[in-house]
């Protein structure tokens, strides 16, 4: 396992492995990232191959010990000679790449530059930097056309066309960052884990003013329609977060809850409605009717009255 040849190979395991789960994982995100049980895979997966690795080495350890010292020698100088050969033909591919000539015929080369007798070389440039060089002057050549000719997007396009993507993604991400809810974007929770939490929250902050009932004490009754600050969600929410009337009101808890903490106890609260509690307060504030919910119109009104009236007749008909 000591050996590069070995290194190598867990080199690419570990490289392959993640290739793999993340082709695996079907998710929008990088699982490395996202998903903690992709390292502990991975990283059961390379303590295999780390022990399939010792399991070879070791099984050639046994196997040379049955040799004879003759075949030990034999089996050692080869080993030496292969380790001395393994990289050698990329050296022999670079050293061709440059283009250089051995000593013997350097005199080919030679330029008539001679400075104190100081010979200089006519050596090709390393492959790297020419390579490199022919690669940039290509992309400079489709930069070029795409940019200048074909008049495709300039730079304040560009901007444009990637803030528009960002704010996009930053209204979908807040969309599921519950933390990020304020009364402008805050919904009614009905989810049993939220409204759970929700009565948690209440049980250790809000049942000393309100019972735990929601019937009301120091506050007021939580059960009923009449409503001092307003009964909707964004009503509820704000009063959690900024607190109630000056002087008299519940003091702010935006400092010791966060936004989807409050929205939870909000959901929570209006939970109360409906419900008859054991010792009910007596009604504070007014009646509080949702604006947002649809009126009914006199044209309605009539017409229901109306298919009353034909319905009673009908009965009346029958009856007869």
């Avoid at 991975?42 to 295999?48: E, N, P, Q, S």
């Avoid at 380790?83 to 000593?103: M, R, V």
Wanted: charged share 25%; hydrophobic share 40%.
């Amino acid at each position: 396992m000591r050996s590069t040849a070995s290194l190598l190979r867990l080199l690419f395991f570990f490289i392959l492995a993640i290739i793999l789960m993340e082709w695996v994982y079907t998710g929008d995100e990088w699982a490395m990232f996202t998903q903690p049980i992709f390292w502990a895979i991975i990283g059961t997966a390379m303590l295999f191959a780390m022990a399939f690795e010792i399991c070879v080495e070791g099984l050639r350890y046994v196997l040379f010990k049955t040799l004879s010292e003759e075949q030990q020698s034999n089996y050692l100088a080869k080993e030496a000679l292969r380790k001395e050969n393994q990289f050698k033909w990329i050296q022999d591919a670079y050293t061709k790449s440059l283009g250089s000539k051995a000593i013997e015929e350097e005199h080919e080369i030679i330029l008539d530059h001679d400075y104190d007798g100081i010979k200089e070389l006519d050596n090709d440039l390393p492959p790297w930097w020419k390579y490199l060089f022919y690669i940039s002057i290509i992309f400079a050549v489709v930069y070029w056309v795409r940019f200048e000719i074909v008049g495709d997007y300039n730079q304040a396009e560009e901007y444009e066309m990637d803030v528009a993507k960002a704010k996009i993604e930053i209204a979908e991400w807040k969309k599921t960052a519950k933390d990020l809810v304020d009364v402008n974007s805050v919904v009614l929770l009905t989810e049993a884990a939220d409204l759970q939490a929700g009565g948690k929250i209440f049980s250790n902050n809000c049942i000393a003013c309100h019972k735990a009932d929601g019937g009301g004490g120091i506050g007021p009754n939580l059960t009923d329609k009449h409503w001092i600050l307003g009964g909707g969600i964004k009503d509820v929410f704000r009063t959690i977060s900024e607190g109630g009337r000056a002087g008299k009101g519940m003091i702010s808890w935006k400092s010791d809850l966060k936004p989807a903490e409050m929205a939870q106890v909000a959901s929570y609260v209006l939970s109360f409605q409906g419900t008859t509690p054991a010792e009910p307060k007596a009604p504070e504030g007014d009646i509080w009717n949702d604006p947002n919910a649809p009126e009914q119109t006199t044209e309605t009104t009539e017409t229901i009255q109306e298919v009353t009236s034909d319905s009673t007749a009908v009965e009346n008909t029958i009856i007869k």
